[in-house]
């Protein structure tokens, strides 16, 4: 096949016989974010790539090394998202969601682009469930959020999950930690990669999640954030974890997680399976300022969609699949053939999944594509079925039959749903 011909590097299609992974996951995201009063939001693909600059941060990797930017033809230039929270604030502050009562709870579902170095896992169009939570500075919300994650994996059915947890400090008591940092690291600074080279006066905190080995061998023994702390972020997450002792959920600090994007603070965690990081996310209140809004807290996460199929495959995890076809409707003749073509459509308004012949198969063979298929549940319309105005329909699991009427919709609906 020509190269031209095949998806680019790194993207997946999703066929149809996966499709139901996918409808399970974002389901099951979706009934877990509405019992918590979650609402969705949709952005676009794309941004001024500027959003993405200030939003998330010019000393990270996915600014420094990910971005899929270009320029449009009206010479603007723009940026396929990396990653939802920049856009989910910049549609928060350009409607003014802010003059509404608070805090806003948004969620989203959406693709995310980034220039990779393709792996397991690792792709540049990938996918994630994202939870956004503007207004609230209180560390019960740092919390809840978590705990929409956690609640989210869990219902899945995931076992190995573990939660880490951390906290970045703030403006006031950050500045000293990264003092502490670089004095650390200037007796290194020549064993380290070129971009955490750039990053040391900028944003050291960022060099301690960089994945280069010789990079990581350096940081282990580096000072830690949590020593630093100014009163008001100790006891901030203090609280955050009386609130997850309340309901149980177990969690480690380690003090080694600082996240990819720069507009931390406070809070933040990550929730690993058995194999990948699946979750990432935190609190992050002077974004929104940052971004032209008014001074608000904000606090999020994502979810890589994925990594979390990944996992139900990996666990073992059985996933319900869909049931495609109730009924599958074959036809011996011409008359027959439309009345079948009539019979699937009321059927179908009332909700029942049907399938008819529409390949010219003899009946044999459609009753083997209806085996295949997995219909629950077969008839075979001939003269006698029009004629009596009767059919059988056969139950495939069990070769079990029930007689009913040909134009009782609602009598065939009760068998087959
Ligand atoms: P990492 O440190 O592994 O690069 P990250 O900090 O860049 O992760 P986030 O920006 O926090 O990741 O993204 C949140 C979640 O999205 C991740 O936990 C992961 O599940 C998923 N994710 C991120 N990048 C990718 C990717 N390239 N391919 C697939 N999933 C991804
Ligand atoms: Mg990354």
Not at 35 to 64: A, C, N, S
Not at 197 to 223: G, H, Q, V, Y
Not at 245 to 251: A, F, N, Q
Request: aromatic share 8%.
């Amino acid at each position: 096949m020509a190269m031209e011909m095949q998806a680019p590097k790194g993207t997946k299609d999703m066929l149809p016989q996966d499709a139901y992974k996918w409808h399970y996951v974002e389901n099951t995201f979706r009934n877990v974010a509405k019992t918590y009063g979650i609402r969705e939001i949709r952005t676009p693909m794309f941004e001024h790539t500027e959003l993405f600059l200030r939003g998330v941060g010019d000393t990270t990797d996915i600014v420094q090394k990910e971005m899929y930017t270009f320029k449009d033809k009206g010479d603007r230039s723009i940026t396929l998202k990396p990653e939802g929270t920049a856009s989910a604030v910049r549609a928060f502050v350009e409607n003014r969601l802010f003059n509404e009562a608070q805090p806003t709870k948004l969620y989203y579902i959406t693709p995310a682009f980034r220039y990779e170095n393709v792996q397991k896992g690792r792709l540049r169009q990938f996918h994630q469930c994202g939870l956004e939570v503007f207004g609230s500075k209180e560390p019960s919300m740092d919390a809840e959020v978590i705990c929409v994650a956690m609640d989210t994996l869990k219902e899945l059915g995931l076992k190995n999950l573990s939660l880490n947890i951390n906290n970045l400090g703030c403006p006031d008591c950050r500045p000293k930690y990264n003092e502490a940092l670089k004095k650390f690291l200037e007796e290194n600074y020549d064993g380290l990669c070129d971009t955490c080279k750039s990053r040391f006066e900028k944003n050291p905190m960022r060099i301690l999640d960089c994945k280069e080995r010789k990079c990581k061998e350096i940081t282990k023994n580096a000072p830690i954030i949590l020593d630093f702390m100014c009163q008001e972020c100790d006891t901030h997450f203090t609280k955050v974890k009386e609130y997850l002792d309340i309901l149980g959920v177990p969690y480690t600090i380690d003090p080694g997680i600082v996240r990819g994007l720069d507009y931390y603070t406070k809070t933040i965690f990550e929730i690993l399976s058995s194999e990948f990081t699946v979750c990432g996310g935190g609190r992050y209140d002077k974004l929104i300022e940052e971004l032209g809004g008014p001074s608000m807290p904000a606090v999020g996460f994502g979810i890589g969609i994925e990594r979390m199929i990944m996992m139900l495959e990996k666990e073992g995890i059985e996933i319900p699949n869909e049931a495609l076809i109730d009924l599958y409707i074959g036809a011996r003749g011409e008359e027959e053939r439309k009345y079948a073509f009539k019979l699937a459509h009321n059927l179908r308004i009332l909700g029942v999944n049907c399938e008819i012949n529409h390949m010219g198969r003899s009946i044999k063979a459609e009753m083997k594509f209806a085996n295949k298929l997995g219909a629950l549940f077969t008839t075979i319309l001939g003269e006698d079925e029009l004629k009596n105005e009767k059919i059988t329909l056969k139950r495939m699991s069990d070769g079990e039959t029930f007689d009913v009427s040909l134009n009782d919709t609602e009598a065939i609906k009760k068998i087959v749903k």
